[in-house]
């Protein structure tokens, strides 16, 4: 089995060198893993190890960084990503000492690289299983943990042939699993090494919503009235908003669209024939408008809490956007029918609230209850409260159980 596993992470790396002639991600992706071994001569510790497939997966190991970097401020943080889009975006992190890419996992790369870090403990985050790095962790007695790991019934662990990552798993010296269900699915092939803690990336968000800022003419403009938030939403997405607002009265729309451009936003207002304005451009009198277009970023994480229920776009396109945001201001979510993959608007779907639309008719229908039945409103609203404060406090376990620090 481990024939084949090396097999494919040749074929894999292969497939790297070939595409970087063709693709610009390949290409810097092929480039920085080189630019890689230079910089692992500049690294001194102790070093805390944590790696990150790309951005979304840095989301979730973050809180634990930075929780190390404030508690423990003389550990210094390597961080590692797989891909270029989380590298790219995320090099020059202020609270990691040292960014590089993640060499491909053959045996001798992963003694080479942990020869040359000396990591006191190393943290892999979510999905990321790479069989020599942690093995050659496990062997070197260092420390090595999953953080925020999610286990589904179709991966290769639990399969007939997952021998070889069944040992991988026995090699991690703790996991920090999101839910019963990856506990359940552990237990039945016999690995014990675990704690169900939840997800880290409950924490950020909490912690976001938290320390948001007050956005006065967000305020201003919503005020007392029935408010919608609409996040990340994609032409799909407007289409059904821009109808509902323009055929309802007494009803608000906050919408902040994923691509800002000047030619997108003004698609948004030639389709509008209520008053509108832009954020970056407020009227005096906002209050009278029946529309806020967010034509810009970095605000919608702490816009959310304006409104009275949350439409989160993607779900017609390629998958939703983040759920969680408007969830922990405890808001019923809405989106599209592509959200099956995420696991957080499943479990919002399940417990009451989250909401899935498939056209127009549907969204309509569902709002209207919800600002007729003030009952129905509550009862979804709490439900997605509670769902972001059960699922907080991993980060707090993990420092807890590992550094032995109260957070």
């Given amino acids: 089995m481990v024939l084949i596993y090396n097999a494919g992470i040749f074929f894999i790396d292969l497939f790297i060198s070939i595409g970087a002639l063709f693709s610009s991600k390949l290409k810097l992706l092929k480039e920085g893993r080189k630019a890689t071994r230079i910089m692992l001569e500049d690294i001194e510790g102790p ?70 870090v000396k990591p006191e403990m190393a943290f892999f985050v979510k999905y990321e299983f790479w069989y020599h790095f942690i093995t050659q962790l496990s062997k070197k007695d260092i420390p090595v943990y999953g953080i ?5 019934k179709d991966q290769p662990f639990f399969k007939w042939y997952g021998g070889l990552f069944r040992k991988m798993l026995k090699a991690f010296t703790h996991l920090y ?35 948001a800022s007050d956005i006065d003419i967000a305020e201003k ?48 207002e030639t389709a509008l024939k209520v008053p509108y304005f832009r954020i970056t451009s407020p009227p005096d009198d906002v209050e009278s408008r029946r529309v806020m277009i967010v034509d810009t970023i970095g605000m919608l994480a702490a816009i959310y809490r304006y409104g009275q229920i949350a439409y989160v776009g993607g779900g017609f396109t390629s998958g939703i956007h983040n759920t969680l945001e408007p969830a922990t201001y405890g808001m019923p979510v809405i ?20 909401f899935e639309v ?37 980060t707090a376990k993990i420092m807890k159980d590992i550094f032995s620090v109260e957070i």
């Fill in 47 to 116: 070093v805390i190890w944590i790696h990150a497939a790309s951005l979304g997966e840095f989301e979730q190991g973050r809180p634990v960084i930075e929780a190390i970097k404030k508690h423990l401020p003389e550990k210094k943080i390597l961080l590692t990503f797989f891909s270029p889009s989380g590298y790219e975006v995320r090099k020059d992190y202020e609270f990691a000492d040292y960014v590089v890419y993640l060499p491909a996992d053959t045996r001798q790369n992963a003694i080479r690289f942990i020869n040359a």
């Fill in 148 to 152: 925020s790991v999610l286990f589904r």
């Fill in 221 to 268: 403009f919503a005020g007392g009235s029935r408010t919608i938030v609409a996040g990340s939403t994609w032409p799909p997405d407007e289409k059904i908003l821009l109808k509902y607002i323009n055929e309802t009265e007494e009803v608000k729309l906050i919408i902040a669209p994923h691509e800002i451009d000047e030619s997108h936003i003004k698609q948004i």
């Fill in 335 to 354: 989106f599209g029918p592509d959200y099956k993959k995420y696991k957080e608007a499943c479990d919002l779907v399940e417990l009451g609230g989250g």
């Fill in 177 to 211: 699993v999101q839910d019963e269900s990856s506990a359940k699915l552990l237990d039945g092939i016999g690995i014990s090494n675990y704690t169900v803690a939840g997800d880290t990336r409950f924490d950020r968000v909490r912690e976001i919503a938290e320390s």
């Fill in 358 to 394: 498939k056209d127009y008719r549907e969204f309509r229908q569902l709002v209207s209850k919800m600002w007729s039945d003030d009952e129905f409103l509550e009862k979804s609203s709490k439900a997605s409260g509670e769902y972001v404060a059960g699922m907080c406090g991993a």
